[in-house]
């Protein structure tokens, strides 16, 4: 069946996080999901200028688009904790006894990363969304509660791609007549 103009996404099936190793050239690394994706939510936004005088609005100017996202997935995953929020992420020990640790340095800040969900179209295909530069822009909560499950979130701004080959591509919207899986 042909695509049409109207699609009809439903659910989330897997967003996926990608760091961004180099902000300059926007070299990619190793893509990783979101365990228990639950949200992916973005919003484009622009700030607007004014110049009023004579008593009058003469003009609005906008500053550029950006887009404001937020991110909920069940438990915790720490190569992704680490591309949203930045760190260093060390495995010592051998099985049984392995251990991972993120550590968070002051001198450390947020690094850049892309963001990619995925729904399916009742009508079949699916639907992707591609932030291309993200970056966590709120503050960092983590809470371990009584008879609840750890969640991940985040919230920040998405800027427009500095890469060649998407030079100034803010995001992207995809509608595929066949699923196409992320990772």
């Not at 190793?21 to 999901?33: A, W």
């Not at 010592?92 to 969900?117: A, C, D, I």
């Not at 709120?138 to 791609?161: L, P, W």
């Amino acid at each position: 069946m042909a695509q049409t103009g109207a699609a009809y996404p439903f659910g989330l099936r897997e967003v996926v996080l990608t760091p961004i190793l180099d902000s300059v050239l926007e070299t990619l690394g190793t893509p990783k999901k979101l365990s228990a994706s639950r949200t992916f939510t973005f919003t484009e936004a622009e700030e607007y200028v004014e110049l009023r005088g004579d008593d009058r609005l003469i003009i609005s100017r906008g500053m550029g688009p950006e887009v404001d996202w937020e991110l909920e997935g069940g438990g915790i995953d720490l190569d992704v904790y680490n591309i949203m929020f930045g760190g260093t992420l060390s495995n010592t020990g051998v099985t049984p006894n392995q251990v991972r640790t993120v550590r968070k340095l002051v001198t450390q800040s947020r690094p850049y990363f892309k963001v990619e969900g995925r729904a399916i179209n009742d009508g079949g295909g699916d639907q992707h969304a591609v932030v291309f530069r993200c970056r966590a822009t709120s503050d960092v909560e983590s809470t371990f509660a009584d008879g609840q499950f750890y969640m991940t979130q985040a919230e920040g701004k998405g800027f427009g791609s500095l890469a060649v080959a998407s030079l100034d591509a803010l995001y992207d919207f995809i509608q595929n007549e066949t699923p196409d899986t992320i990772i």
